[in-house]
């Protein structure tokens, strides 16, 4: 496992470097960061798109084997769909959204948050057909990476690849475990029979990786070269139980934290990175979080220790640990050239929580040095971000679409190849190379939202598309930096050890995972922008039955235009006027395209029993 190198920044030299000084929207960055999921997007897109230069793509996945794969993320710049790091993707996504929903609802942000998490965690159902069987990847990287191609225009071999007993996967496994669960926290409220069948397949998924266990690379040997599990899988066994014990509260899942993080690495590793690969630091968090909350019972010598080497990372990237991480002269963390960024926006996102459960807990890190205050790991994620956006030796921001200097020539082949709607023109797999990827030209299409990979060790950077290692966006850069900007651009004062939707109710077996697990819905804390109201206008007698009409009202209270809305409507027994159904949810009646700020709808339905449970699957505000 490669280990970091302390380089302290120098002061003077940061003194005299040309930074940009003016204050950052951390709002709009947000707002953008999120966009970048949806030209992510693979399969059908939605009516909704609101990146719109993108198409349908991918159509046909997983047909040769019987299976629809159809949807999910590409990870970066081409069109493959690897499962390691999507499920990463989810998993921070989910973690951003239930530590800072509060901050993404006040920003209007929270709807597109939960749909991002929700594109993600659909294909994972896909994916995961039987219990013991999970798709891990369509396409590979070497024919994908042979043309440069749009999504759209895909020739390239769309195989699909799968673990089962007889070809392990744990990591893989687990990652997607952690996701669902993690995942299930976010609809709890909102959607709370997804919540409950998000839950049972992290259950399923977490037994089959703990029961068969192997590397996942060494079965789907096509992505060693792209994401190979380097940590192994013992990181993810403990981080799926970590948040299957935040999904569930179920017993089982702390005791299996309890009992094997000794043997497993929980407590022994001492961390300077965090990523799709290497689980460690954030399981030591979460842990620790579990600590911090009064949880841990017998447990806790362990649990302590756990703790113990989380404070050694957040030391560790503050310089003030025995083994620091490494740092531009610029002050940006650094551990590797290419897609430097992913680590930096983990480990931001980390110190941020981290910074908080501190406080919430009224204690200080424990450094070598001696205390640290909590608010130095929140100053250190602040001046991260601050650098990524542009005050840098460059003063360039590394998102696209953000600031006036951000690079031109992404490595990304939706954004460098004319829009399919522009020119439907087909590109070929290697006329792309020809036409698009040699052109020394900006993009014709803004990958808005997206963070490259970002300078290298002494703070330089080439915007040139074939400069992949620095060049080229990643969904896992982004989805720990959506919970950072909430929590810059929100309001503090949040106790983060207090559940954002409250657990069910502690039980202490092991659970059978079945398609209907259980679980108890609890509304969450943060505030909705959207209010349901449900009554009774009248009621009357037919052939010995009661009959019910019930007026429901839905509110807009936000201060935006509500663009979008799906509800999900169960126990509904008879017919409903008002709304218009779609798929499985319900959304705006024909005669209206959108809902004003402080106006509402209403929609009736008569059955003849009490009322139907009426919940906000998701939105979209202007």
Known sequence: MEKLICISPFLLLLLSLPFSSAGHDYGQALSKSLLFFEAQRSGYL????????????????????????????????????????????????????????????????????????????????????????????????NTDHYCWQRPEDMTTDRHAYKIDPSNPGSDLAGETAAAMAAASIVFRRSNPAYSRELLSHAYQLFDFADK???????????????????????????????????ASNNQYYLDYLGRNGDSMGGTGWSMTEFGWDVKYAGVQTLVAKFLMQGKAAHHAPVFERYQQKAESFM????????????????????????NNMQFVTSASFLATV???????????????????????????????????????????????????????????????????????????????YDTWFSSKKSDPN?????????PDAYDDFADERDNYEQTEPATYNNAPLIGILARLSGRSGYNQLLPVVPAPKPIAIKPQPSPNTKTTPSPASWSSPISIEEKITTSWVANGKTYYRYSTVVTNKSNKSLNSLNLSISK???????????????????????????????????????????????????
């Open 46 to 141: 939605p009516h909704n798109q609101r990146v719109t230069w993108r198409a349908h793509s991918g159509l046909q996945d997983g047909k040769a084997s019987g299976v629809d794969l159809v949807g999910g993320y590409y990870d970066a710049g081409d069109n493959v769909k690897f499962g390691l790091p999507m499920a990463f993707t989810v998993t921070m996504m989910s973690w951003s959204i239930i530590e800072y929903g509060k901050q993404m609802a006040a920003s209007g942000e929270l709807g597109h948050a939960m749909e991002a998490v929700k594109w993600g965690t659909d294909y994972f159902i896909k994916a995961h057909p039987q219990a013991n069987v999970l798709y891990g990847e369509v396409g590979d990287g």
């Open 572 to 622: 509904l027994y008879g017919p409903i006027w008002g709304l218009t159904k779609s798929g499985d949810s319900y959304t705006f009646p024909s005669w209206l395209s959108s809902l004003a700020a402080g106006k509402s709808l209403e929609f009736v339905y008569i059955h003849s029993t009490s009322p139907a449970d009426v919940s906000v699957a998701n939105y979209v505000l202007a």
């Open 354 to 432: 981290y910074s908080d459960y501190l406080v919430s807990s009224g204690r200080n890190l424990r450094c070598n040095s001696g205390n640290v205050a909590p608010a130095e790991l929140l100053s250190l994620a602040k001046s991260q971000v601050d650098y990524l956006l542009g005050n840098n030796p460059r003063a360039t921001s590394y998102m696209v679409g953000y600031g006036s200097n951000f690079p031109q020539r992404v490595h990304h082949r939706g954004s460098s190849i004319v829009s399919i709607k522009a020119n439907p023109s087909f590109v070929s797999c290697r006329g792309g």
């Open 315 to 338: 030391c560790s990237c503050l310089g003030k640990g025995s083994r620091n991480v490494q740092k531009t002269p610029g002050g940006l963390i650094f551990r590797q050239r290419w």
């Open 446 to 454: 803004l990958l808005t939202g997206a963070l490259v990979g970002g």
């Open 212 to 246: 068969y266990r192997g590397k996942y690379d060494s079965s789907i040997t096509v992505a060693q070269k792209y994401y190979r599990s380097i940590s192994g899988y013992n990181d993810e066994l403990l981080w799926a139980a970590a948040w299957l014990y935040q």
